[in-house]
């Protein structure tokens, strides 16, 4: 009973100061730990913005290993909604009846065939595929596009040596490339189409625009949906009686997905670049220096979540965090949120139970803390029902 | 059974009837242009905001502190915003009108 628990490393820093602080290729950050602070501080785009040079508010900075501007994602207001207007509809798809059906006969193919071995590794042989398989439908191409996908592993810009990994990064940007380059002569009725025909302020979208969207929809759904598919596999496996719950009352599936997404908090942390000296939390920010949104942390906070630590599936109130907050609020939770429902609801379809036979721990290296973000590996078997 | 009629941003008035659940949800299922209720009524996105008509505050009263934290940082909130997720579809609140924020 020891996989699925995720400990909360900023809890003494969170109580004692607020704010937590890591090194970063020499350019430091310092973390906001608090919930109301960090919704404060996302809020306020004009003290902390996202349209730094490009790469610099991920955490690693990427600024070393890329110099395409991420849109919506690396854009502030009001420049940032008229971005976000021309792919909010896009976006907004998978609540769409067809979408969810599609969806539901990739994720049942995917169970029934796991369902058969005596054991598989869920990152690899599950997640992965799944996200890639699922991430056709958001984009609208054909099925078979998912085997070029998975075979770039887990993460786009990481490699097993290297947490960024700059020639990594160049296979999918010359797919994107590639990709635009054929839709601008033969345009489909997919993602690529509506970026290269989308107008913004009465112009239309550069290429190097629609690839700086692009980039971010491949990359920022990937680790992210893989960790809160697999994390909440390791939680179901020792958690029996809660998908017993769940196959006795599947109207908590709502409100169970967001717990686990709050409790799990894929995506630790998000940067900014103050644009003026501020203080947080009595920490002086000194203008052009980093600060972080610690989603991970605001999801842990006693004075907002009654047992933070733990999974409270039917966690009625559940003002989380982990999609982020305001502005730049995930474009892709419509998405996630309908991978994640489908998934489970083939599991308490199909799944009797699941044994763990096998983890190994991913691990996030923030300076003084250690975050446990999700598994580099994790065998398990499906048992039916 | 209440009736409700919501107003979306089009000006378009639907009047609809509920006795069970929220005031989201019974958007939701009546189509209502304007609420998405994303989070599925957790209180953790504000896709459901709605302005009360003065005249019916007090049939709804105030939002509690985790709903107003959450309205806090809308820009489109005034004295009359409420979440419609947090709102329960009772007797007591029939023949409100609401408006989609
Ligand atoms: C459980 C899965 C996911 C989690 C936890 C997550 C988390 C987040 C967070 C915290 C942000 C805010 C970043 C900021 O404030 O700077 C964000 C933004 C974003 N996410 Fe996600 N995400 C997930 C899945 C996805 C998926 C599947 C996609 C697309 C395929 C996606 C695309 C985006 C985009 C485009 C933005 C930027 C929006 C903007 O700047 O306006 N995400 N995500």
Redesign the pocket.
């Known amino acids: 009973m020891k996989e699925s628990i995720f400990t909360d490393p900023f809890k003494k820093a969170r109580q004692e100061t607020g704010i937590g602080e890591m090194d970063d290729q020499n350019d430091p950050v310092a973390m906001i730990l608090g919930h109301k602070e960090v919704r404060r501080a996302?809020h306020n785009w004009k003290s902390y913005s996202?349209g730094a040079i490009p790469g610099r508010?991920v955490i690693p900075s990427e600024v070393n290993i890329r110099s395409i501007r991420?849109?919506?994602?690396?854009?502030d207001p009001p420049q940032?909604g008229a971005?976000?207007e021309v792919?909010e509809k896009w976006?907004k798809r998978p609540l769409e009846k067809k979408y969810e059906e599609e969806l539901t006969l990739q994720i049942e193919a995917l169970v029934i065939e796991v369902l058969e071995q005596d054991s598989f590794e869920v990152i690899h042989d599950f997640a992965l595929v799944l996200?890639s398989q699922a991430?056709t439908l958001?984009f609208n191409v054909p099925f078979e596009e998912a085997q070029t996908w998975i075979s770039w592993g887990t993460h786009v810009f990481r490699s097993k040596d290297s947490a960024l990994d700059g020639a990594k990064a160049n296979v999918l940007y010359d797919y994107i490339d590639q990709k635009l380059a054929e839709s601008s002569s033969n345009p489909g009725k997919d993602f690529y189409a509506v970026l290269l025909a989308a107008e913004v302020d009465g112009k239309k979208l550069s290429a190097e625009e629609a690839k700086g969207?692009l980039i971010?929809?491949?990359a920022?759904?990937?680790d992210?949906?893989i960790?809160?598919v697999t994390n909440s596999i390791a939680y179901f496996a020792e958690h029996p009686k809660s998908l017993e719950w769940l196959r006795k009352e599947p109207e908590l599936l709502p409100t169970a997905i967001e717990e686990l997404?709050r409790y799990f908090?894929?995506?630790t942390q998000?940067?900014?670049v103050a644009t003026q000296d501020t203080m947080v939390c009595q920490h002086a920010v000194k203008a052009d220096s980093r600060i972080s949104?610690c989603?991970a942390s605001a999801n842990r906070d006693e004075t907002v979540f009654e047992n933070a630590d733990e999974v409270v599936l039917d966690r009625k109130a559940n003002p989380h965090?982990?999609?982020?907050?305001?502005?730049?609020?995930?474009?892709?939770?419509t998405?996630?949120r309908q991978?994640?429902k489908v998934l489970l609801r083939t599991l308490i379809a199909k799944v009797k139970s699941i044994d763990i036979h096998d983890a190994k721990d991913n691990i996030e290296d923030l300076g003084d803390f250690k975050r446990k973000v999700g598994f580099d590996s994790l065998t398990v078997k499906f048992n039916k029902i | 059974m209440a009736q409700i009629t919501f107003i979306s941003s089009d000006n378009k008035s639907t009047v609809v009837s509920g006795n069970s659940g929220n005031l989201m949800e019974l958007a939701l299922q009546n189509k209502i242009e304007g609420i998405e209720g994303n989070c599925g009524g957790v209180c953790s996105c504000a896709t459901c905001h709605i302005y009360v008509q003065p005249e019916d505050w007090t049939k709804i009263g105030p939002p509690n502190e985790m709903e107003s934290d959450m309205l806090e940082f809308d820009d489109k909130t005034t004295n009359y915003s409420r979440l419609s997720c947090q709102i329960q579809v009772t007797d007591a609140i029939d023949g409100i009108v609401v408006n989609v924020a």
């Open positions: 996302a996202s508010i991420q849109i919506p994602f690396e854009v940032h971005y976000r792919v976006f996200q991430l958001l969207v971010l929809t491949f920022g759904g990937r992210t949906v960790n809160a997404i908090s894929p995506l998000m940067g900014r949104l989603w965090v982990a999609f982020g907050f305001g502005t730049h609020n995930c474009l892709g939770a998405h996630a991978v994640m």
